[in-house]
């Protein structure tokens, strides 16, 4: 037990989400439990991971959460180690929040991504029909996040821009799609920053510069595909080569790695393939499920594109993550590691109160704010 490496998650500590601060205290060893000094109260050392208050031992959950995350059937599971299916769901959906709450820590920050691909899978639901969105960075095929939603509209796909927004640094960015308008409508809208003016009221929007947006439209007849339509809808032809040199290494206009994504997430959600018998019981199980895959792609599987040529220790190959090549970890990730990673909470602000605020609030918010 290290309490240099544990925070508060007590909501109304003024010091929670702080590590290494010197406020975390071993409570017990045999219990492992550790004690803010702080606020006063005392935590488990599962405390915000999906082990939470569970009987099982650790490995079993790891495993059976390791076969989930690569497809494994979940009857195959119950058969194979006794469980209840309601055991089995429940785990699958502790492991997907916990890689949601990771995902949104780690992944959704401001970086350079360059060229980003985006598109939609169409899910069969019990009663109904469910739309799957996804976007990938190119240069280090890192998934940066997915949305539901019941119908193909903006809505679906101005939630994903915002959350490819929440990666993005105002660097020249070009997006490759289909020929679906949403996109356009959503990348003009979301990528926009606030303009300062000297009258009051609502700040104005001026879209970021350097935006770009290519398609690839794909035409059908009889259920077969007879041509290929690549165009640019926003930006020069130029900046968006330089784009596609940059992050592919080719000048040609494709959705092609988005597509490889949405296979990989077919082979390990049933519910996904497209002629199959399996059916989404309830969103909330599918967007656990999807995060999962999503989050142990980025940081648990070796990507084979994004090898290095080898030097130390006489190895032909590096093997790298997509977290990897983003620079998020520095190396392959287990299962274990990333359920047991903490995730802190946001950090305590001062309460808004009318007046002056006390002495004792200005050093609360000196120390902990």
């Known amino acids: 037990m290290d309490p240099q490496r544990v925070f508060c998650p007590n909501m109304a500590c003024p010091a929670r989400g702080h590590i290494g601060a010197g406020n975390i205290g071993i409570h017990s060893r045999k219990d492992k439990r550790y004690v803010c000094r702080v606020c006063g109260k005392t935590f488990s050392a599962s405390k915000g991971t999906p082990f939470y208050r569970l009987r099982t031992p650790l490995d079993l959950v790891v495993l059976v959460v390791t076969l989930l995350a690569h497809g494994c059937p979940p009857q195959a599971i119950v058969a194979a180690f006794c469980l209840d299916e309601r055991t089995v769901a429940s785990w699958q959906e502790r492991a997907g929040k916990q890689c949601a709450r990771l995902h949104e820590h780690l992944v959704q920050r401001p970086r350079d991504l360059a060229q980003v691909q985006a598109d939609e899978l169409r899910v069969k639901k019990q009663g109904g029909i469910l739309w799957l969105a996804m976007a990938i960075q190119v240069s280090t095929r890192l998934w940066l996040g997915a949305t539901l939603s019941a119908h193909r509209d903006g809505d679906l796909i ?172 520095d190396h392959r990730w287990t299962v274990k590691e990333l359920l047991l990673y903490p995730v802190p909470p946001p950090r305590w602000a001062p309460p808004q109160r009318r007046g002056r605020p006390s002495a004792a609030m200005k050093r609360l918010a000196a120390q902990w704010a």
């Open 158 to 329: 101005s939630a994903l821009m915002q959350k490819v927004r929440a990666c993005a640094l105002c660097r020249p960015l070009l997006f490759c799609t289909d020929g679906f308008r949403a996109y356009l409508y959503a990348i003009r809208q979301v990528f926009r920053e606030p303009l300062c003016g000297g009258r009051g009221g609502r700040y104005l929007l001026r879209p970021w510069d350097n935006v770009c947006i290519a398609q690839m439209v794909k035409q059908y007849a009889c259920r077969q595909l007879v041509g290929v339509i690549r165009r640019v809808v926003q930006g020069s032809i130029a900046q968006v080569e330089q784009l596609l040199q940059q992050t592919q290494h080719s000048a040609l206009i494709s959705t092609v790695y988005i597509e490889r994504l949405n296979a990989t997430f077919r082979s390990c959600l049933s519910a996904l393939v497209r002629r199959g018998r399996s059916l989404v019981q309830q969103t909330a199980t599918l967007y656990d499920g999807v995060y999962l895959v999503g989050t142990v792609y980025n940081f648990c599987v070796d990507h084979e594109s994004l090898r290095l040529p080898g030097i130390v220790g006489g190895r032909k190959w590096l093997p790298r993550t997509p977290a990897m090549a983003a620079g998020l970890a």
